[in-house]
């Protein structure tokens, strides 16, 4: 199993969790052409890839999203309340007159009539809220893939032009229930942060008996991130900022107001202490991630969580590693 980090930290997030057989993409918060420059880099094949992961709608974690799984025309899997927050998000606000609405309306009803009764639910996401099969967004993606050399912003189908949240395929997940992709079992689970329904996940390749997880965005260590965060080989854990350096930093009140909060994000201190009090042990690898820039600095990060494992710490595991924002981390293998 492999874990990738393309970028970490409050511009961008993006992670590869590989298997022998399977390749997700866990969120996509850089550009299409930086992310698809990342993996590059860092030898990871965009054309490999079978699915992408959301965590939470927050830009820093989906600025590319659309474009790329529309480049690639891969699934993305979302719970239902971050997909719904995505779509608002992606949609732009116009008015229209009553009869040009009636008028979509209309349209939408017939080319849903149009499409196969047995498709599936799920497919394509409409900013009308109704869901069901609609092939004007995927034909607009076969046309926007298709120029690679374009811009990502130039899209050239009317189609997508109308439906900026349009994707060739949304599967939904509920944090606490598992699913399968390919030979990778994903397990989500609630994170506390201040978005529609954030969640971090647990990768688990039953044929090489490993774990790997992501837990970034969240307030507090709460019970049920504890416990998902056991016996884990493979641990991207957030450690964003340094309270000192928070409490003196740039940041206006209610913005630090918001990242100390339960539903911001981890301090080094936070991390510390799950580390030295609740953490077992098991990692080969810790990564320290989504550092603030502007709040942190990464000696401080790497420093805080060391000490909180010194005793843990061994050549053979516990090795603390921080993932950058600027450029992909060499990827982790077991
Ligand atoms: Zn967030
Ligand atoms: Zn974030």
Redesign the pocket.
Known sequence: MRMTVLASG?KG?STVVASAHTRLLIDAGLSCRELLKRMALANEDPAALDAILITHE?T??VAGLAVLARRLRIPVFFTEPTHRAWVRQMTPRTTMSYAKWLDRVQQEKQARAASEPGAPAMTASSSWGEGGANDLPLAACAAESDDNSAPEEEVPATAVQRDPASLPAVEYFQPGTCFRIGDLTVTPFTTPHDAADPCGFVFESASEAIRMAIA??LGYMPPNVKSALRRIDVLLLESNHDLEMLKDGPYPWAVKQRVLSRVGHLSNHATAEFLARDYDGNAAFIILG?LSEANNAPELALHSAEEAIRERGTLLGNRVLLALQSAPLASICL
């Open positions: 409050s997030n927050h820093d974690h970034t965005d989504h």
